[in-house]
């Protein structure tokens, strides 16, 4: 595992934070929040495309010819592997991913590698209203379930006590490692995560969760293009 | 989404306040209200306005609650 590794997982669990974001661009509570919704998801997706331009500088890309046939491949977080139907589920990923997902860039922005340092900085301040937005959802009160997952998630996500994100704490290329980032994470959201059981046997260090699975199919087809060229026009017969 | 989704919530919230949005594209310009937005708090007041005007390069944007602005007079008073 190398720090390409994890600014990869930031990349595609952001792009899939991105498009289900979108998919509630037309049916959240208000029309503010419809708006809210597509504009976080420009944000996200923009900035899953500048994670994936700093893996070729970092030295090592990550990413193999499997992720063109195989979703399993993708590293994106379990909570984003269907289309949310709640929007409570959309809360929770707005408060408490996000600000997660936020929390690790703060911790690459303000460690010793140049390259995190300088392209990530710029996303911190888009976040500020990503954070605002899921707070105050957050507060208006949402159903507890998506909540706790999401907690357990971003929690798994974060990585294992004695793990990589531990080792590039220690070496400073990281400002804060697994038990940082929680606490941050708590200290932003003003409150305590749940207590939850990680089986980190079943943790897989490359794509950050403990169970299988992908995105499903339709996702996966647009992600690819495939899905656009349904709606392509048909070539000339010769 | 299934049809339960929205069915906890309003729309518009009963007591979701209105905001007036102001913004200046240049430091030499005044600041002029480009719009409003209608929010139960100044958080997701902040969040909505920038995610609703941001079809500019705005170098401020600020909002404040349309119950605040002390009017006047109106058109057809002065």
């Known amino acids: 595992m190398s720090l390409s590794d994890l600014v990869l997982s930031i990349a595609d669990n952001k792009q899939m934070l991105g498009l ?17 919704a597509a504009a976080m998801g420009l944000d ?27 979703a399993g491949s993708l590293r994106s977080l379990q ?17 408490i991913l996000d600000t997660a997902f936020t929390v690790m860039i703060e911790a ?26 899921g707070r105050s959802w957050l507060k208006s009160g949402v159903d507890a ?12 996500w974060f990585g294992p006590l004695d793990g990589e994100t531990a080792t590039f ?7 804060m490692g697994p038990t940082e980032l929680r606490a941050r994470l708590e200290e932003r959201l003003e409150t305590k995560a749940p207590a939850v059981q990680i089986d980190w046997k079943a943790w897989d260090p490359v794509r950050r969760r403990s169970r299988p699975g992908a995105i499903d199919d339709r996702t996966f087809a647009m992600l690819r293009g ?3 060229k349904k709606y392509a026009k048909a070539p000339p017969a010769p | 989404m299934g049809p339960g989704g929205l069915t906890h919530y309003k729309r518009v919230s009963g007591d979701a306040v209105e905001y007036e949005v102001f913004a200046r594209k240049t ?50 008073e002065a």
């Open chain 2, 27 to 76: 430091r030499g310009e005044p600041l002029h209200q480009v719009g409003s937005v209608v929010a139960p708090d100044d958080d997701l007041a902040v969040a909505y306005a920038r995610a609703t005007y941001d079809e500019e390069r705005w170098v401020e944007m600020a909002i404040v609650r349309k119950e605040h602005v002390i009017e006047l007079w109106q058109p057809g």
């Open chain 1, 169 to 175: 704490h220690k070496e400073g290329r990281l400002s």
């Open chain 1, 145 to 156: 379930n998506p909540l706790s997952e999401a907690w357990r998630e971003a929690i798994e």
């Open chain 1, 20 to 36: 289900r974001y979108a998919e509630w661009a037309t049916r959240a509570p208000s029309l503010e929040a419809d708006i809210a």
């Open chain 1, 79 to 95: 909570y984003f592997d269907e289309p949310w139907t709640e929007w409570a589920q959309f809360v929770a990923a707005n408060a």
């Open chain 1, 44 to 70: 996200d997706l923009g900035h899953s495309r500048v994670l994936y331009g700093c893996l070729e500088p970092l030295g090592a890309d990550p990413r193999g010819p499997d992720r063109e046939s195989d």
């Open chain 1, 226 to 228: 495939l899905e656009e």
């Open chain 1, 108 to 133: 690459c922005v303000n460690g010793t590698v140049e390259v995190l340092q300088h392209r990530m900085r710029k996303m911190l301040m888009e976040e500020r209203y990503h954070f605002l937005h």
